[in-house]
């Protein structure tokens, strides 16, 4: 079997899924073009925007593309092998993930562009609307914790291969400049769209070039940006704290777009290399780990902190590949700003399942970046690293060798994309979700929390400031805690944060479409096709945090407190924070139990019911 194989047959696999059962879910929600959606309801030029369906594609694409789709594949491959990471992502990305991300998008448009979580206050009341909202920040500050930690690797030290060369080209240097200026790029693109309204074409006939311009530029100045890791965490997480309260026109969408053409070319850059590189595969179709799934609990009884995710493919093969197949963090997306911007109904399809699809397909060519690795060579280096360094290798046989800074750079650069569009808009979710909270029901940047209109600065001025503050608490809050937890955390302990991200992430997916399914099943829709996943990824992931809060545990009772570098056990963190996403989700589940008791027409929220027909 060759790599052009595998690629060809998952292209066909998820054009068909999108097609046929992409299909069939959007017959079920019977998706209207005339009823007209919050972003043209509540159109304030801030925060809701009606947006033209293929820009919104990519700033939406863009958004959950992260490093999940690129560093789960690679891990769980090297753990367990390359077969069942193919499995897991080809029929979890079409039958779960796509599924979640379209029934949260359309479920939230239904809602007038509320949050899941307010979705779940309606279907199954206040209770289990506050549990899932401390669940959500929780499990946003370990996106915020992987992310920010696997996106400073990218901007650290030179690269192995220009060992030997007659070169002090620092390609981590060059990754963070290129970064820089895309970012600033995406600033001014935002304000001559706002100033000056030009046509779509003309903006990307002239910025997208501008934006791989960015990439040759960061490559000239690759000794400025050097700095060390936490300094890099400080930095990062300044910009998402920053970032998060700008308007989303001045910032998110332009960043949104223009990073969608990276990952464009990424895909093109990564199909190129898949189907014409004639590439062998060199990591193996089942590893030894996964042969271990015989006997877990032999495998379970000699887990350590470093070694229990590659001992026991069930349940960690599906949390380490994460975002690549299924995603919490998606409907948060889907609920917190896409809804925002859908301009009409038939557009959740392609934005919502189509972009899943693709993600899936990311991940299938970050599958191909490891498995052409010879298993020796790849041993102890990151998936950023790996990934990066594979686009390259693709890249470099589409413009030759003498373009091979410019190719190490892009490769690097592009997983760092995926990455930066996920993190500020992890913490503008944590901070709207504060607000709502605890926060006045005031305008906030022009528009109130809870959809309504915006209100005037001279009637409302001492309502808005209070808000315009309780927002910046909220952000400095959501990038505050990551920020100490990486300073203080062993810097080599990010697979470990990476598997209770993935873990806390597949559970919140669980427990959306369970709120998705109370819904339907109030209105009296048939929801086997919400159920089902439901009941698959929740089972699975209960397992895994059980595994971990046990190893968490295990360390505290042995007194292992501290790392051999220094820094504190970040088993034993896990272990409290899985405890309490443990303890939330259960009383969210109680809670749904107790609604599904209930007459599937009674009411439960605050809102009339007709607004909730889906």
């Known amino acids: 079997m060759t790599l052009t194989f595998i690629a060809l ?19 079920q929600y019977r998706l209207d073009p ?19 369906p293929f820009y919104l594609l990519s700033q939406h694409f863009s958004a959950i593309a992260a490093a999940g789709p690129i560093a789960g594949p690679i891990l769980a491959c090297q753990a367990y092998g390359w077969l069942p990471c193919l499995l897991w992502i080809a029929l979890g990305v079409v039958f779960i993930g796509a599924v979640h991300d379209f029934s949260a998008l359309v479920a939230s448009v239904r809602h007038g562009a509320d949050s899941i979580a307010e979705i779940a206050r309606d279907a ?3 209770r289990a609307y506050l549990a899932l909202c401390a669940f959500i920040w929780l499990a946003l500050l370990y996106v915020i914790i992987a992310f920010t930690q696997i996106t400073a690797e990218t901007f ?18 060059a990754v963070a400049a290129s970064s820089v200026l895309y970012l600033t790029l995406a600033l001014a693109l ?25 990439v040759y530029l960061g490559t000239l100045i690759d000794d400025v940006l050097v700095l060390p890791a936490r300094a890099w965490f400080a930095i990062i997480l300044v910009y998402c704290f920053v970032a998060s309260l700008l308007p989303m026109w001045l910032l998110q969408q332009p960043r949104g777009y223009l990073g969608g053409f990276v990952l464009y070319a990424a895909i093109g850059v990564g199909v190129f290399g898949v189907l014409s590189g004639n590439y062998t595969i060199e990591q193996p179709m089942l590893t030894e780990n996964a042969r271990a799934i015989l006997d877990p609990f032999a495998a379970l009884s000699k887990a350590t902190a470093s070694n229990a995710i590659a001992g026991l493919m069930f349940p960690f093969l599906f949390v380490t590949i994460a975002c690549g197949a299924c995603s919490g963090f998606h409907g948060l997306i889907c609920g917190g700003t896409t809804s925002k911007q859908v301009a009409s109904e038939p557009h959740c399809k392609p934005i919502a399942f189509g972009a899943m699809l693709l993600e899936g397909f990311v991940a299938v060519i970050a599958l191909a970046t490891i498995m052409i690795v010879v298993p020796g060579d790849a041993k102890n280096q990151s998936a950023a690293r790996i990934y990066g360094d594979g686009l390259a290798t693709f890249l470099t046989q589409i413009l030759g060798k003498d373009a091979f800074l410019f190719c190490a750079t892009f490769g690097a650069m592009a997983f760092s994309t995926f990455v930066f569009d996920t993190l500020d808009i992890s913490t503008r ?10 926060g006045p029901h005031a305008p906030v940047g022009g528009t109130s929390l809870q959809g309504g209109a915006p209100a005037s600065a001279g009637r409302f001025g001492f309502a808005w400031a209070r808000s315009r503050t309780a927002g910046v608490v909220a952000a400095a809050l959501t990038a505050g805690v990551p920020l100490v937890v990486l300073l203080t955390a062993d810097p080599t302990s990010y697979r470990l944060f990476w598997t ?6 597949q559970l919140l997916a669980s427990l959306t479409l369970l709120a998705i399914t109370l819904w339907l099943r109030r209105m009296g829709k048939r929801t086997w ?15 895994a945090i059980g595994i971990q809060a046990w190893l968490g545990v295990r360390d505290a009772l042995r007194g292992t407190w501290r790392t051999s570098s220094g820094g504190y056990n970040p088993t034993i963190v896990n272990a409290g924070v899985a405890l309490a996403l443990l303890a939330l989700a259960g009383i969210f589940i109680a809670e749904a139990l107790r609604a599904a008791r209930r007459t599937g027409q009674e009411a439960v929220g605050e809102r009339p019911a007709h607004r909730h027909n889906p």
């Open 124 to 126: 199954l009341g206040r």
């Open 500 to 505: 209770l991200f993935g873990t806390s992430n």
């Open 529 to 543: 096709y919400v159920f089902i996943p439901m009941l698959l990824v929740m089972g699975v992931t209960l397992c």
């Open 429 to 438: 979710l944590g901070r709207y979700l504060l607000q709502e909270l605890f």
């Open 190 to 214: 935002g304000v001559v769209q706002r100033i000056f309204k030009p046509p779509l074409w003309l903006v990307t006939v002239t910025f997208v070039p501008a934006t791989f311009a960015c």
């Open 9 to 27: 047959g998952f292209l066909v696999f998820i054009a068909l899924g999108y097609r046929l059962y992409g299909g069939f879910i959007a017959r």
């Open 156 to 173: 650290l030290g030179k690269a192995e291969e220009l060992e030997g060369l007659n070169t002090t080209f620092n390609k981590g240097g």
């Open 34 to 52: 005339t009823r007209k959606t919050p972003a043209v309801e509540k159109d304030d030029g801030v925060d809701f925007v009606p947006t033209r």
